[in-house]
C-alpha cells in the first residue's frame, strides 16, 4: 500500500521560512519522480516543484529562487524547503507520485499559512 504523509506546515510570517516533509512508504522511492503541487481556497491545485528519481528539478516560476525541492533516499523522504515565504503561498500543499505501479498517489496535505 502506497502512503505519502506530509508534515511541516504551519503560519509564519511574510518572508519567513518552513521546510515541508513526505514520507513515502510502500514504493520504490528510488525509482519514481516526485512533485510538490498546491492548492488556496477557490483555486485549482498547482504543480509547484518536481524532481525525478534521478535529483533533477524543475520549478514553477512563481517559486523559481526561493523554493527548494530535495529527496533523502534513506529516509524515504521528500522535501520542499520554502524560503521567502508570501502570502499568495498560503495553500495547503500536496505530495505527489505521478506515476507508479499504473496509478498516481497524493498525500493528504499540509497546510502553509502566510501572513502578518
Known amino acids: 500500500q502506497v502512503r505519502l504523509v506530509e508534515s511541516g506546515g504551519g503560519s509564519v510570517q511574510p518572508g519567513e521560512s518552513l521546510r515541508l516533509s513526505c514520507v513515502a512508504s510502500?514504493?520504490?522511492?528510488?525509482?519514481?519522480?516526485m512533485e510538490w503541487h498546491r492548492q488556496a481556497p477557490g483555486e485549482e491545485r498547482e504543480l509547484v516543484a518536481r524532481i525525478t528519481a534521478g535529483g533533477g528539478t524543475n520549478y514553477t516560476d512563481s517559486v523559481k529562487g526561493r523554493f527548494t525541492a530535495s529527496r533523502n533516499y534513506a529516509r524515504n523522504t521528500l522535501y520542499l524547503q520554502m524560503s521567502s515565504l508570501k502570502p499568495e503561498d498560503t495553500a495547503r500543499y500536496y505530495c505527489h507520485v505521478p506515476y507508479y505501479r499504473g496509478s498516481e498517489w497524493w498525500g493528504r496535505g499540509t497546510q502553509v499559512t502566510v501572513s502578518s
Open positions: 510502500g514504493m520504490n522511492f528510488r525509482i519514481v519522480d
